[in-house]
Nanobody
Framework: QVQLEESGGGLVQAGGSLRLSCVASGGTFSRYTMGWFRQAPGKERELVAAHKRIGGNVYSAEYTDSVKGRFTISRHNALNTVYLEMNTLKPEDTAVYYC?????????????????WGQGTQVTVSS
């Protein structure tokens, strides 16, 4: 069983930056595809970024179009941690951000591909 705990959310002005962290316990962290999702009030949960495991310790970073060039996903396997660096934040980035881990090879873009989820951390961007 894998447990995920996010941190780093908060209130920031538009144009500002935040770094989210997600620490995993249990399982073999390096084997998982890790994703960051977000859910705004009244909207569906959506993928923001994924650190997709290709094989061994080789990964690819994938982003939804709205955050490309502004957000960066990375991981530190020795610390069992995945990060989401968010720059040039916009009010429309306001949401609860969730970390998720996928053990299999299903489509990383789909929520159903992920086996474990964190509780979420609130990010609020003021205009």
């Amino acid at each position: 069983q894998v447990q995920l705990e996010e941190s780093g959310g908060g209130l920031v002005q538009a144009g500002g930056s935040l770094r989210l962290s997600c620490v995993a316990s249990g399982g073999t962290f390096s084997r998982y595809t890790m994703g960051w999702f977000r859910q705004a009030p009244g909207k569906e949960r959506e993928l923001v970024a994924a650190h997709k495991r290709i094989g061994g310790n080789v990964y690819s970073a994938e982003y939804t179009d709205s955050v490309k060039g502004r957000f960066t996903i990375s991981r530190h396997n020795a610390l069992n941690t995945v990060y989401l660096e968010m720059n040039t934040l916009k009010p429309e980035d306001t949401a609860v951000y969730y970390c998720a881990a996928a053990a299999g090879d299903s489509d990383y873009r789909r929520l159903a591909a992920y086996d474990y989820w964190g509780q979420g951390t609130q990010v609020t961007v003021s205009s």
